[in-house]
């Protein structure tokens, strides 16, 4: 496991409780100021919200590889249905914070 910083700092460690979130790209104005990290609770669960994503699990493999592949198919199906291939359709960076 190891830390890395993108605009946020990521730390992604094995079977620890992992509270995710992402947003739809262009969704938020370029230079907003990010809350305190919020306390979690116990248990997967995920929340699909109009323009992000929250999903609260505890990871058994690489998290940026999951979030790879989720984001990939989820933006590949979600850009043929609206149809708005060719565009950016999830933000790079995640927001993620360890319970």
């Known amino acids: 496991m190891k830390i890395y910083r993108r605009r946020l700092p990521h730390y992604h460690p ?8 992402w947003r739809l790209a262009g969704s938020l104005p ?8 919020p306390k979690l609770s116990s248990g997967k669960a995920f929340v ?3 323009n992000h994503v929250h999903m609260l699990l505890t990871p058994h ?24 291939t060719g565009r950016p359709f999830w933000q790079e960076e ?3 914070h360890v319970g």
């Open 14 to 21: 094995l079977k620890q409780p992992l509270f995710i979130t």
């Open 48 to 50: 699909v919200m109009s």
């Open 94 to 96: 995640s927001y993620d």
């Open 61 to 84: 493999v690489a998290v940026p590889k999951l979030l790879g592949s989720l984001k990939s198919i989820t933006a590949k199906r979600a850009t043929q249905i609206l149809d708005l």
């Open 30 to 37: 370029p230079h907003r100021a990010f809350p305190p990290t």
